[in-house]
């Protein structure tokens, strides 16, 4: 019943640094997707992947790069970390648009940057 | 545009008073509608969903309307429980992108 999977849920980094984060669903969906969740503003798309091989921006993908590795791995990178990339940061998958299919979300990932 | 409204917040209730979330969408077509719910250090997870006019969702207790003479979803419920403390997205989808509401923190108190 594991669903979305996302790695690291805490990660404190120095600016500058850089990481991944990781992302693995098993319901066999085409589609991925990055948010950030910061207060007051709600969920803002990073990066999603519509289907296996191709990645299109979202709302907010500057300082980000996203890499759908296979079906199920869809991996967010943050090259050189700055603070106002400290937020949660959620990965999605949803099956193709067909009569509502839902979009599932990981647990999250708090990252603090200083 | 594309986007979802929805009523700011927070909204705080007694136990077993009746609430009321209000969203309105703007879309071109007819999106699907849809309520998420996260509870604290946790993902969203799917409420109800509707997807076609005059439909209605419905889950736990919660209940929502596709109007699309109004082009609303507003999120109702009889008798809110302290269990029912958390925040509530409100999120229509066109093909593959989805665009959530900012979020309505609700409390409930004993």
């Given amino acids: 019943n594991a669903g979305v999977t996302q790695t690291p849920k805490f990660q404190v980094l120095k600016t500058g640094q850089s990481m991944t984060l990781q992302c693995a669903q098993d319901m066999n969906h085409n589609s991925m997707y990055w948010y950030r969740q910061d207060p007051g503003m709600g969920l803002r798309l990073i990066y999603y992947s519509a289907s296996e091989g191709t ?3 979202g709302e907010v993908p ?5 890499s759908r590795l296979n079906k199920r791995e869809f991996s967010l990178r943050l090259e050189s970390a700055a603070p106002s990339q400290t937020s949660v940061y959620f990965c999605a998958s949803s099956a193709r648009d067909n009569s509502g299919n839902t979009i599932y979300f990981g647990e999250g990932s708090w990252l603090t940057v200083v | 545009g594309n ?4 009523m700011e ?5 007694s136990e077993e008073a ?4 209000n969203c309105t969408y703007t879309a071109t077509g007819y999106p699907s509608l849809f309520w998420y719910v996260q509870y604290p250090g946790e993902g969203l997870q799917l409420l109800l969903k509707a997807t076609k006019a005059d439909d209605k969702g419905s889950n736990k207790g919660f209940e929502a309307t596709y109007r699309k003479e109004t082009t609303s979803f507003h999120l109702e419920k009889g008798s809110v429980q302290v269990s029912d403390s958390a925040v509530y997205f409100c999120a229509r989808r066109n093909g593959q ?3 959530f509401g900012p979020g309505t923190r609700l409390s409930v108190l004993p």
């Fill in chain 1, 55 to 57: 990645t299109d921006k």
């Fill in chain 2, 97 to 99: 992108n989805f665009v």
């Fill in chain 1, 62 to 66: 500057n300082g980000y790069n996203v």
């Fill in chain 2, 3 to 6: 986007s979802v409204t929805q």
């Fill in chain 2, 18 to 21: 009746f609430l009321t979330i």
């Fill in chain 2, 9 to 13: 917040g927070p909204v705080t209730l």
